[in-house]
């Protein structure tokens, strides 16, 4: 395969584009200019609060890209996983794993932190899974870039903030409901009341239920399909005016789920005799049991109540396939995730003399309980002798000849965090923002495997259920930090404006760990407690400079270049690695930012490209050791790249909106590591110089069109397309040809019709219109299971419809 895929010849001609757009503006904007009463023609002004004060989006000197509500529902973004399509340079392959302009979380520890930061109102979440759908949004921000000033640690990739809508004071109410493929029901809706003059509260709500992607093909287990949801979400925001400088807002989300969620199902591997998988080779089977928990066996002299390669021969010596269709598995073990959580905020403005005092009190709780199909695989016929075992806390399978190995995580995390900040309004040259920042995370973790070899073990030894599985328990992991930050503006004139940032933060990470099996009692290993702290502290923030001149062929222009330094928090080696590694360091990048942000041809046309350099100083890698625990370290890498964003709106009802993103990353520091460490014998170390970072392909392209005009008289009709490609890239550090993930692109349809009143609307749409299995992640697995590799694809081709009904 060449180093890049073919790139589509739709997205061939996407590159074309800028160069006809700035054409035709010209064109157009000399035919707006000639009718100024058309006010219906231009591009709408977004305002955006990146620093935490509003702003307009072209006015703000940071890469953003920013959708208000109806940009949201205009692309089809429901949840985090469709940011992605709409936003130059960034990736999203899992809903907490974030990678902005090739900067994510490349650590394996439960003390590890995200890389892009995750914000609800303005509220940081340490616990940044969001599996809840974006409903009643006001707006979403994305920052690209370091934001160590104003936003602090755990923001090297950038900032995701959610916002969500405010109450008002009239009377008004939404309902939605869509029915789509694989059995969908969606509904979404919210309540506006006005209280009292003073008072106003909206509550929203938003529902899930649909059958799973994923046709399962093992038979007599019980079930033929996974990766259902059935999800539910409601929210109360409360608006409160106590006087006419004092305000306050009380918001209070609360989320739940039940469903057999399986993101990533399914087995990659080539069968090898002595490693399971075969590390080199993209296969189509399953491991060879025989090395796989059949080591386990023959160490505990029990391989001999099993069949040989099991999972890829039937009884009557047959081969087992493993189904070669992307969206099909064979699992003998339906997965399972209960989770729930709630956030809950205020925020306090008070204004007074050209200032205004701001604080934000938050509280954020979440807690989950998941089985999963720990071996991806059908064990059934594996023993040649009925046993029994414990397959789930509360499932203990008896007098039976199926292998079914189960993975069960139970915990959760609570989390206070307080935040004030002073801003000023001054009218003369110079402004600032000053806060402080306190944040308490505590979290309570268990990772259960259920082995049937290790609960005969356990039957031998007299055990009790509990203490059948091979345990990784965390009860204790604690998080303290707190800041203080400022950022200043100084106008030397109309035109050049000075922004000078820092940020002060400590933070303190204490745990306490161990990992427990059956196989601890028989070789009189510890059962004691591994305990753990860090404690790091640091400098980090900005200085920038912004100029608006006035150009004869623009409208607005800004010009900005930035000198910025963002902080990741370190971490604390888990298990049994803790005494050759107790820490692992911070990660930081100092980063060269310059950009350009234009509005020209009276409105029409908008054109906004940012280049930018990173030096990543100590960035976070992780690895598996033999007994499959981990381990963390620090190596030097360096991150350039380019974003052009144009967006076009020629003639009423018309817009056109292209990114482009150019990103190359590489190591620069000698790291050798053997990318299966687990098999240290057979694979050769890799010196990391020189690869690229994972999730970063070196290109991607954005393309949207949509054309609104009128129907019948009293409705309105619009149609859209959005359609995203993005060049090959690496799932692993090591960059060896199986870490390889193809180019993909997807192309969204839809149609919408509705009444001039914006009382009704009736939407048609289709995702994915290929209905391309596009891989979009590769994780790789234990030794325990062969080290195979587990794919997530992307969601399959979607036909719906919503009906929108707007009550007054």
């Known amino acids: 395969m060449s180093k890049h895929a073919e790139i589509p010849a739709a997205i061939k001609f996407a590159f074309m584009l800028p160069f006809a757009f700035s054409a035709l503006a010209e064109e157009v904007g000399n035919s707006v200019s000639a009718d100024t009463e058309n006010d219906s023609i231009g591009i709408e002004v977004i305002d955006v609060v990146a620093q935490k004060r509003v702003t307009s989006l072209q006015e703000t000197p940071i890469a953003i890209s920013a959708f208000n509500e109806d940009m949201l529902a205009d692309r089809d973004i429901e949840d985090a996983l469709d940011i992605q399509f709409a936003i130059p340079n960034t990736m999203i392959s899992s809903n907490s794993n974030y990678n902005i302009r090739g900067v994510g979380n490349n650590a394996v520890s439960s003390s590890s932190d995200p890389g892009a930061g995750v914000h609800i109102n303005g509220v940081y979440l340490t616990s940044n899974t969001i599996q809840n759908e974006f409903y009643d949004l006001q707006s979403i921000e994305v920052l690209r870039g370091p934001q160590g000033t104003l936003y602090g640690r755990n923001t090297t990739a950038g900032v995701i903030n959610a916002i969500t809508n405010r109450p008002e004071d009239t009377f008004e109410a939404k309902l939605t409901a869509e029915i789509a493929s694989f059995n969908s029901l969606r509904t979404t809706g919210f309540i506006n009341i006005p209280l009292s003059d003073h008072v106003q509260q909206r509550f929203a709500f938003n529902t899930v239920k649909r059958d799973g992607y994923n046709d399962n093909i093992a038979e007599n287990v019980g079930f033929d399909e996974v990766d259902g949801r059935d999800q539910w979400s409601i929210r109360s925001t409360t608006a409160i005016e106590f006087s006419e400088k004092a305000d306050g807002l009380l918001f209070v989300q609360y989320f739940k789920e039940h469903s057999d969620r399986a993101v990533q199902a399914g087995v990659i591997c080539e069968p090898d005799a002595e490693l399971g998988c075969n590390p080199n080779v993209l296969g189509n089977g399953f491991p060879n049991s025989d090395f796989t928990d059949g080591s386990i066996a023959a160490l505990l002299g029990l391989a001999g109540l099993r069949r040989s390669d099991f999972y890829n021969t039937n009884l009557d010596g047959s081969v087992r396939s493993n189904p070669n269709a992307p969206r099909q598995v064979r699992l003998d073990f339906q997965p399972k995730i209960d989770s ?150 100084y106008d030397f004139s109309e035109d050049l404006k000075l922004t000078v940032g820092l940020r002060y933060t400590e933070e303190e990470k204490d745990i306490r760990t161990r990992q427990i099996s059956p196989i601890t009692f028989v070789t009189g290993g510890s059962t004691e407690f591994n305990e753990g702290e860090g404690a790091w502290e640091e400098f980090t923030g900005k200085i920038g400079l ?263």
């Open 546 to 808: 912004s100029y608006t001149p006035d150009l004869s062929m623009t409208d607005d222009s800004l010009f900005f270049g930035t000198l910025s330094r963002g902080y990741k928090g370190g971490g604390i080696n888990p298990g049994a690695s803790s005494t050759s590694f107790p820490t692992f360091d911070p990660e930081y990048i100092n980063a060269i930012e310059i950009g350009t942000k234009n509005t020209m041809f009276d409105r029409t046309f908008q054109a906004n490209v940012t280049t930018f350099f990173y030096k990543y100083d100590g960035l976070q890698v992780g690895g598996i050791l033999a007994d499959s625990t981990t381990f963390n370290t620090n190596v030097d890498a360096e991150v350039k790249g380019a974003e052009f964003e144009f967006v076009l709106a020629p003639v009423e009802g018309l817009r056109i909106d292209l990114n482009l993103a150019f990103l190359d990353t590489e190591i620069v520091e000698d790291f050798f590591t053997s990318p299966d460490v687990a098999f240290s014998s057979s694979s050769e170390p890799v010196n990391l110089q020189g690869k690229e970072l994972q999730y970063a392909p070196e290109k991607s392209v954005q393309l949207g069109i949509q054309y609104s005009t009128d129907l019948t008289e009293g409705w309105n009709v619009t149609y859209r397309l959005q359609s995203y490609w993005q060049d090959e890239y690496w799932a692993r550090l090591y960059n060896i040809p199986t870490d390889r993930l193809d180019s993909w692109q997807q192309t969204d349809l839809g149609i919408s019709i509705k009444d001039n009143d914006d009382i009704w609307e009736l939407e048609a749409f289709v995702k994915n219109v290929d209905d391309e299995a596009s891989l979009a992640a590769l994780s790789v697995e234990g030794a325990f299971i062969g080290r195979f590799r587990k794919p997530r694809y992307l969601e399959p081709r979607i036909f719906g419809l919503r009906v929108h009904y707007r009550f007054e």
């Open 340 to 489: 729930d959580e709630l956030l809950a905020s205020f925020e306090f403005n008070y204004e007074f003399d050209d200032h205004t005092f701001t604080s934000v009190t938050a509280y954020h709780h979440k807690s989950f309980d998941s089985l999963d199909d720990f071996d991806n695989a059908d064990g059934a016929d594996a023993f040649v002798v009925p046993i029994s075992y414990q397959l789930t806390p509360d499932q203990r399978l008896t007098d039976t000849t199926r292998h079914s190995m189960v993975r069960h995580d139970e915990g959760g995390s609570s989390q206070f965090s307080q935040e004030i900040r002073l801003a000023s309004y001054s009218p003369g040259d110079f402004n600032y923002t000053l806060g402080a920042f306190y944040l308490k995370y505590e979290s309570d973790i268990q990772v259960d495997f259920y082995l049937p070899e290790l609960g005969l073990l356990a039957g031998i030894l007299g055990l009790t259920p509990e203490q059948e599985p091979f345990s990784f328990q965390t009860p204790e992991f604690e998080t303290t930090s707190w800041a203080v930050f400022g950022e200043s503006y």
